[in-house]
């Protein structure tokens, strides 16, 4: 299943599918783009970035895959187990301005069992 | 051990009181920010420090002032609150000019 990632979206998937969370930046100036994942009751937590002259990069089980052409952003997590529940929120950064890292709205996931 | 603590978990105070959030890491990093995270799940930094200087203030009200006593600790004073503060707010560090930032478990205050 996919989701933009521009109000407060929920994407269900089912236990083992593949889920893609999409995201749109503003700040073409950013050095990096970085994925967090927030539980229920805590903080977010990072998941993975990617630098600005990258396009793809990959960790375990998830890739984040970047489109300057388009400032778009999409995390893809591969073989969703019900952990994966949370809230997800990109975030943009600018190492040379004060590390001021900034997030977008997030997307709900929830996996079904 | 905790990396990022911050105490009270949750607060719950009137209107116009002052009140305080503290935070503390043990990680070592240069840079501290404070987060306000609202009920629609938005996250909006507030201020950045890094080594106990401000870096980012982002058009938060004079009300809220934030104090660093060291490059550990980044405390969070609000005077005169209102019922619009209600929020979670989190404090996190990273290294500087790192990509990951480290958060806190969050501080829950409900203003009455």
């Known amino acids: 299943g996919e989701s933009v990632g521009l109000h407060l979206p929920t994407l269900s998937v089912q236990e083992g599918d593949n889920s893609i969370i999409n995201c749109a930046y503003s700040?073409?100036?950013?050095?990096?783009f970085i994925w967090y994942k927030q539980e229920s009751g805590k903080g977010p937590q990072f998941i993975i970035d990617?630098?600005?002259?990258?396009d793809k990069r990959q960790g375990q089980r998830v890739t984040v895959l970047l489109n300057k052409t388009v400032k778009h952003l999409s995390l893809q997590i591969a073989a969703t187990q019900p952990g994966d529940s949370a809230v997800y929120f990109c975030a943009e950064i600018l190492t040379g301005g004060g590390n001021k890292l900034t997030f977008g709205t997030g997307t709900q996931l929830k996996v079904e069992l | 051990d905790t990396a990022v603590s911050q105490t009270p978990k949750y607060l719950v105070t009137q209107m116009g009181n002052d009140k305080s959030i503290k935070c503390e890491q043990n990680?070592?990093?240069?840079?501290m920010y404070w987060y306000k995270q609202d009920s629609k799940k938005f996250l909006k930094i507030m201020f950045s420090y890094n080594n106990k200087e401000l870096i980012i203030n982002e058009t938060v009200p004079n009300r809220f002032s934030p104090k660093s006593p060291d490059k550990a600790h980044l405390n969070l004073h609000i005077n005169s609150l209102e019922l619009g503060d209600s929020a979670v707010y989190f404090c996190?560090?990273?290294?500087?000019?790192?990509?990951?930032?480290?958060f806190g478990q969050g501080t829950r205050l409900t203003v009455v």
């Open positions: 996190a560090s990273s290294q500087n000019r790192g990509t990951e930032a480290f």
């Open positions: 990617i630098r600005s002259n990258m």
């Open positions: 700040n073409s100036a950013s050095d990096y």
């Open positions: 990680l070592g990093h240069d840079t």
